[in-house]
């Protein structure tokens, strides 16, 4: 499988961005599927998954503020954020695992397949 990430940008404090990963080559229903981040000089991190039966995971720092979905139909999976914060400048990344379970899904090393990322800004 092959995944795009697409809707990153600069936006104000409190704004809100919606990120896309579209998938090719494969269907997503077939995998587990993660955003993650990556800020300068810091490791990548877990965001939030979304498991083959839909079943979600939010690392705590997004609860409540991100929001992932995933649409079969369209073969993507989106991250809804509003509320955002300085903290969460980052690139943004999806990522896809074979099996569709949710173990460690916030373990960057369990996955597969990653898109190439989309830059979010918060200033």
């Known amino acids: 499988v092959q995944l795009v990430e697409s809707g990153g940008g600069s936006v104000q404090v409190g704004g809100s961005l919606r990120l896309s990963c579209a998938a090719t080559g494969d269907t997503v229903s077939s995998y587990y599927v993660g955003w993650f981040r990556q800020a300068p000089g810091k490791a990548r991190e877990g965001v939030a998954g979304v498991a083959s039966g839909g079943d979600t995971r939010y690392a705590a720092f997004v609860k409540g503020r991100f929001t992932i979905s995933k649409d079969n139909a369209k073969n993507t999976v989106d991250l809804e954020m509003i509320g955002l914060k300085p903290e969460d400048t980052a690139m943004y990344y999806c990522?896809?695992?074979?099996?569709?379970?949710?173990?460690?899904?916030?373990?960057?090393?369990?996955?597969?397949?990653w898109g190439q990322g989309t830059q979010v800004t918060v200033s």
């Open positions: 990522a896809a695992k074979a099996g569709g379970s949710s173990w460690y899904w916030y373990n960057p090393s369990t996955y597969n397949y």
